[in-house]
Structure formats: structure tokens, C-alpha cells
């Protein structure tokens, strides 16, 4: 007589005969704890936008109202998690699909986790909004033309992509795509003034607050 399977076993990619394990506390239990809900703030743009300071903003005024976040920001997560990838087209994909994966963990335990990543292309953006229930993934593109970055170039690579010293620099010679259908545009135009961190961190706040996010 065959021995019966007491568990589904599952292969996913390439991990075999795994299983996934059920907790009691689900993602609810969390959020009543909290007194929010979790979730993902997606920040995008070119360098230099503004993305980091957004999000730290953001996290600061949140933290003020008695709300728990975590940013995962690009440059951050490739200090160790991400150590290993380059800025080639495939390695920036599975920089995004890895910090996407671990947004969904944030926001499953019902954080507001704020991402600020350039993530230029459509596809790693959308996939990572797939992973998590709809309605919970806010993409918010910080819209500052490119000359303004450029002129800003915080870091210096503006500079060196210009000078040939940096390939596949989003802007110069890669593309950034801007999102097609996003929850929040924030618009940096010269001619309309430009936005604080502060100002721009309460409109996202506005957002939130309409959508329930800062209640259970």
C-alpha cells in the first residue's frame, strides 16, 4: 500500500517539493494591532526627482501620526540584498522583482512600506503591483524633466553618463517609462514652482488617509 501524501508539495521556479505553511496571526490581526492598514507606496522617477527625500518625508510625518513604515530605497538594498546585481537591463529587472518581493512582506505584515526606486521600465513595475492585493500598491511618479535632474545631479552621474563614463543610465542612453496608469502624479515643472518634500508628503498622505490606509 502507497504511504498517502499528508501535505501538498509544490514546485515553484526552481524550488522543489516545498510547502507553504499557514499561521494563525494573518495580515488582519496585524493591521488591528497597528491601527493601519499595510501596504505599498511605490516611488518613481529619473535620478535626482527626489525620490529618497520623498520618502523619507513621508515616512517622518507618517511616523508622526503614530504610523509604522519602512523604506526600501534603491541605493539602500543594493548595499546587501541586491549586492550581487549590476545595472544591466536583466540585473535592474531582478533588483525590482527582489525589493518587490519583500515590499509585499512589509505590507503583508502590515506596514506602509515606501519604495524609492528609479524602476524605469512598465513591466517590473506592473509585476510588482501584481504581487499584492489590488488596491494596495500606490505608484506614485514624481514627474521632473530631465533637465532639471540633470541640473540637480545630486550624485554626480549626470556628469559622468555624459561623459561615456557611465552606460545604461536611465535618461541618457536607457529609458525611463513612465507610468501609464498611476494613483498619484506629482508634477515638478519649473513654471508651476516646485513642490516641498513636506507639501508633496501631504498630498500622498491625503491619499492615503481617503483610501483608509491609516486605520484598521
Known amino acids: 500500500m502507497k504511504t498517502e501524501l499528508l501535505f501538498q508539495v509544490s514546485n515553484v521556479g526552481n524550488s522543489t517539493n516545498i510547502l507553504w505553511h499557514d499561521c494563525p496571526i494573518q495580515k488582519r490581526d496585524r493591521q488591528q494591532l497597528l491601527q493601519q492598514r499595510g501596504c505599498v507606496v511605490w516611488l518613481t522617477g529619473l535620478s535626482g526627482s527626489g525620490k529618497s527625500t520623498l520618502a523619507c518625508a513621508l515616512s517622518r510625518s507618517l511616523h508622526a501620526r ?14 546587501g540584498l541586491n549586492r550581487d546585481l549590476s545595472f544591466r537591463a536583466e540585473d535592474r529587472s ?3 522583482r527582489r525589493i518587490g518581493e519583500v515590499a509585499k512582506l512589509f505590507a503583508d505584515a502590515g506596514l506602509i512600506c515606501i519604495t524609492s526606486l528609479i524602476s524605469p521600465y512598465q513591466k517590473d513595475r506592473d509585476a510588482c503591483r501584481a504581487l499584492v ?70 498630498i500622498v498622505i491625503s491619499y492615503l488617509e481617503e483610501k483608509g490606509y491609516l486605520r484598521a
Open 94 to 96: 531582478e533588483n525590482i
Open 133 to 202: 492585493p489590488e488596491g494596495d500598491f500606490i505608484e506614485v511618479f514624481i514627474d521632473v524633466p530631465l533637465h532639471v535632474c540633470e541640473a540637480r545631479d545630486p550624485k554626480g552621474l549626470y556628469k559622468l553618463a555624459r561623459a561615456g563614463k557611465i552606460k545604461g543610465f536611465t535618461g541618457i542612453d536607457d529609458p525611463y517609462e513612465p507610468p501609464s496608469s498611476c494613483e498619484i502624479v506629482l508634477q515638478q515643472q519649473q513654471g508651476n514652482g516646485f513642490k516641498s518634500p513636506c507639501e508633496m508628503a501631504e
Open 66 to 79: 503614530g504610523k509604522l513604515t519602512y523604506i526600501l530605497d534603491g541605493d539602500n538594498v543594493r548595499h
